[in-house]
C-alpha cells in the first residue's frame, strides 16, 4: 500500500490550497484518514482527522479555514485549506488506517508529504 499525496506549493497569505491523498495497492478497508503537518523545528502535529462515519475534527488553529473530505471506496482523501498563513507553512503528510486483508490488522500508512509555503 502507498499513499500519493498532492497539490502542495506556494501560496500568498489569504490564498487556497487543496491537497489530495490517494491510496494505491490492496486495501480492504479504511478506518481513520487524516492530515499532519510538521513546520521546521516543531514537532509533528495532527491538523484534521475523518473517520469512517464522516465525523471529522480539527486543530483548533485551523477550525473554520480548513475542511477535511474522503472518498473511501476511491480510497483518497482531501484537504481544502483557505485563509492561510505564514504559520501554515509546513510539511503536510497523509495518514491512513488501513488493514490489507480481511483477516489482517489495521495499520498505519503515511504519504511522502507535500510542502506548503505561505508567504508575501
Known amino acids: 500500500v502507498q499513499l500519493q499525496a498532492s497539490g502542495g506549493g506556494w501560496v500568498q497569505p489569504g490564498g487556497a490550497l487543496r491537497l489530495s491523498c490517494a491510496a494505491s495497492?490492496?486495501?480492504?478497508?479504511?478506518?481513520?484518514m487524516g492530515w499532519y503537518r510538521q513546520a521546521p523545528g516543531k514537532d509533528r502535529e495532527l491538523v484534521a482527522l475523518?473517520?469512517?462515519?464522516?465525523?471529522?475534527s480539527y486543530a483548533n488553529s485551523v477550525k473554520g479555514r480548513f475542511t477535511i473530505s474522503r472518498d473511501s471506496a476511491k480510497r483518497t482523501v482531501d484537504l481544502q485549506m483557505s485563509s492561510l498563513q505564514p504559520d501554515d507553512t509546513a510539511v503536510y503528510s497523509c495518514?491512513?488506517?488501513?488493514?490489507?486483508?480481511?483477516?489482517?490488522?489495521?495499520?498505519?500508512?503515511w504519504g511522502q508529504g507535500t510542502l506548503v509555503t505561505v508567504s508575501s
Open positions: 495518514n491512513f488506517i488501513a488493514r490489507a486483508t480481511y483477516g489482517s490488522a489495521y495499520r498505519s500508512y
Open positions: 495497492g490492496g486495501i480492504f478497508a479504511v478506518g481513520n
Open positions: 475523518i473517520d469512517s462515519t464522516y465525523r471529522t
